[in-house]
């Protein structure tokens, strides 16, 4: 009886360990999904048959899409994260000396991002964080506007965000992130018979809010 007695109590103890290790080891992971503003801060240096434009210029409108970022928490501060969403169709506009060309072409793609992140009072009700880390340029298709055999290369770059989680209970809360990338492409067209070359700073700025889920 004292045998079974012992057994039962180290099967208690024995699951109980295993039921916070496994509430510890669930609250590590966290996703980020919301709507998100994408915002760039352009400028171009243009060439034209291998010459300077001088005053030449970009446009490109700001846009709306959808962002997730997924997070594993290392330590109990500090985790990493990715981030990525529904690549939008941006417009790319000539301004400058070049503005009467008017829309120079679109492209579709956005900015990404892989960031370590360093979260305060993680436990508590609202928890702010900033992370730094890598950003890219997703270029997935362009189209033609008023210059021809538009191409624009996908590229690397920096990225620093700030944020806060505001959580109604363990798992479920909100979230409000805001990420600074500096990453430009480099764009090849035509325009007529005169091969155009451009390096262009996107430097976009991306403000997203919505849920927050942790498992």
Do not use: C
């Not at 180290?10 to 496994?22: D, I, N, P, R, Y």
């Amino acid at each position: 009886m004292a045998s079974f007695k012992i057994a039962a109590a180290a099967a208690l103890a024995a699951a109980t360990f295993a039921g916070a290790a496994q509430a510890q080891d669930a609250g590590r992971w966290f996703v980020h999904a919301g709507p998100a503003f994408v915002e760039p801060a352009e400028s171009a240096d243009m060439t034209a048959g291998g010459q300077p434009v001088p005053g030449a210029d970009v446009s490109i409108d700001g846009r709306w899409t959808a962002e997730v970022e997924v997070g594993y928490f290392l330590t109990p501060n500090i985790a990493l994260a990715a981030a990525g969403g529904f690549p939008p169709k941006f417009n790319v506009d000539a301004s400058g000396t070049l503005a009467a060309l008017g829309r120079a072409g679109t492209m579709t793609g956005g900015p990404a991002g892989v960031m370590a992140q360093y979260h305060f009072n993680p436990d508590g009700p609202v928890s702010p964080y900033v992370g730094a880390g890598a950003s890219f340029l997703i270029v997935f298709d362009t189209e033609d506007g008023a210059l021809n055999d538009l191409e624009a290369d996908s590229a690397v770059g920096t990225v620093v965000q700030a944020g806060v989680n505001v959580m109604a209970n363990d798992r479920w809360g909100a979230f409000f992130d805001v990420k600074k990338a500096w990453v430009g492409t480099v764009a090849k067209a035509n325009l007529g018979p005169t091969p155009v070359r451009a390096k262009v700073k996107v430097d976009p700025l991306v403000v997203n809010a919505g849920l927050t889920y942790r498992f």
